[in-house]
C-alpha cells in the first residue's frame, strides 16, 4: 500500500466507523465493538507511516485543488505532525476501553451520539495532523470545534448548555476574528499557505512590529491552546463527561491547538525569523503568566476536574513557551510537552472518573481516606501527577530540561525561575489529591469498591 492512500485512510477510517456505530446504535456490544476496532485499526495505519517519516519520506496528497483561490485540501506528514498524530491514534482505544466501562458504569444516555462524534473528532484531529498548508489546518480545526460540541453538552442539563454556549462562542469567536484573518493576511503577503521548512514569512516584506501583531492574530485565534485570557471555556467544558474531559485535554482538542501553535511557529515564522525580529518576546511573557497564574487558580479548586482544567492550562503554556523562545531546545521542549502532558493528563482523569463511578465523589475535600479503599486508582494517580510535575525519570521533566535549556540558550533567566516556580506549584495542588486520599481519616462511612 502506498504511502498516501495510507495517509487518506487515517482520515477516512474514523469516518467509516462512525458510519458502523450509527448503523450498531440499538446493540450496545456491536457499536462498541465496531468502535474499539476503528481505534485499533487506525492506530495500526498511523503507526505504519512512522517508518517511512523516520526513513525522511514525507508522504502528501492533494484534495480539492482548486478549494480556495486554487489552494489545495492538502495533506503532508511531517515529524512534528507525526508526533501528534501517534498520540491521538495511541489514545483513542484506551479512552474507548475506558469509555464503555464509564459510560455503562454511569448509565449514560445518548451513548450512540457520544461514540459518533468521538469518532468524527478523531478524523477531524488527524486532518489537522496532517495538514499541509493553513486552510487545511483551519477547516479541520473548525470540525474538531463543531464534533466536540456535543460532547461538551452531552448531559443536555442547564449547566451543560451554557457551558457548550460558553466552549463553542471562545472558540468560534478567536479562529473566525483572528485566525482566519491572519491566515488571509500571510496569504496576501506572500502569495502561500504552504507549511514551508524555515517558514513562510522568512523571505516576506512582513518586518518589525507587523510580525509581532500577526504572531498576536495566530496565537490568540488558536484558541484551543486556552492563552490567557481565552481560557474559561476549558474549565467550563467540565460539565461533560470524564471520557469527553480526557478527550478534550489529552487525545484532542488542546493539544490540536498546542500543535497548532508549534507547527505555525515552525513553519509559518520559522524559528530563526522570530529570533531575528524578536516578534515573540512578548508571547514568552504571556505565556509565562498564564502558566504561573493558572496553577495559582488551581490551587484554589476543591473540584477535581476544575483543578484538573486549570492544571491542563498552565501546562499548555509549557508548549507555547517552548516555541516564543524560537530556539531549537525551546521547539523540542514544547514538542515533547505535547507528548508527554497527554500521557499524564489522561491518567489523572482516568482516575477522576474511576473515583465518580466508585464512590461518587467530586470534590478533593471529600477524598479522605478514599485512597485506602482505591489503592490502583490513587497509585496511578501518583505516577500522572510526578509526570506532571516533572519527577525525574518521568516523561514531564524531560520537556521541561528542554525548556530550561531553550530558555539558558537566549539568556531568559527569569524563564528558568518560572519554570522552577511551577513545579512547585504543581506540587502543591497535585500531591495533596494523593495524601488526602491515603492518609487522611475517613469522615464518612465508604462504600466504593476497591480499585
Known sequence: MSHDITLLLALWIPLIGAVFIAFNGSHPNRRELATLLTSLLLLWNVLSLVPAVVGGARPSVDLLPVLFFGIPLRFTVEPLGMAFACVAALLWPLNSLYSIGYMRGNNEQHQTRFYICFAIAIASTMGIAFAGNLVTLFIFYEALTLSTYPLVTHKGTPESMKAGRTYLGILLSTSI????????????????????????????????????ILLALFMFGIGKA???????????????????????????????????????????????????????????????????????????????????????????????????????MGVIGGSL??????????????????????????????????????????????????????????????????LMLGAADTGHVLVIAVLMISSLLNVAYLLPVVARGFFMPATEPDHAQAS
Not at 493576511?185 to 523571505?203: E, H, K, V, Y
Not at 491547538?257 to 511573557?285: N, P, Q, R
Request: contains cysteine; aromatic residues 10%; neutral net charge.
Open 226 to 328: 486556552a492563552l490567557m485570557p481565552f481560557h474559561r471555556w476549558l474549565p467550563a467544558a467540565m460539565v461533560a463527561p470524564t471520557p469527553v474531559s480526557a478527550l478534550l485535554h489529552a487525545v484532542a482538542v488542546v493539544k490540536a491547538g498546542v500543535f497548532s501553535v508549534m507547527k505555525i511557529i515552525v513553519y509559518v515564522f520559522g524559528i530563526d525569523f522570530l529570533s531575528t525580529t524578536g516578534a515573540s518576546e512578548w508571547l514568552i511573557v504571556v505565556s509565562s503568566i498564564t502558566l504561573l497564574l493558572a496553577s495559582v487558580v488551581a490551587l484554589t479548586k476543591d473540584n477535581l476536574k476544575a483543578r484538573l482544567a486549570y492544571s491542563t492550562i498552565s501546562q499548555l503554556a509549557y508548549v507555547v513557551l517552548g516555541g516564543a523562545l524560537a530556539t531549537s
Open 177 to 212: 476574528g483572528f485566525l482566519l484573518l491572519a491566515v488571509i493576511w500571510t496569504w496576501s503577503a506572500t502569495g502561500t499557505l504552504d507549511f514551508t521548512p524555515g517558514g513562510i514569512l522568512a523571505d516576506s516584506e512582513i518586518q518589525g512590529p507587523t510580525v509581532a
Open 337 to 402: 510537552q505535547i507528548v508527554m502532558h497527554a500521557m499524564g493528563k489522561i491518567t489523572l482523569f482516568f482516575c477522576a472518573g474511576a473515583i465518580y463511578t466508585a464512590a461518587h465523589k467530586t470534590e478533593i475535600s471529600q477524598l479522605d481516606g478514599l485512597g485506602r479503599l482505591m489503592p490502583f486508582t490513587f497509585g496511578a494517580f501518583l505516577v500522572g501527577a510526578l509526570s506532571i510535575i516533572g519527577l525525574p525519570p518521568l516523561g514531564g521533566s524531560w520537556s521541561k530540561w528542554y
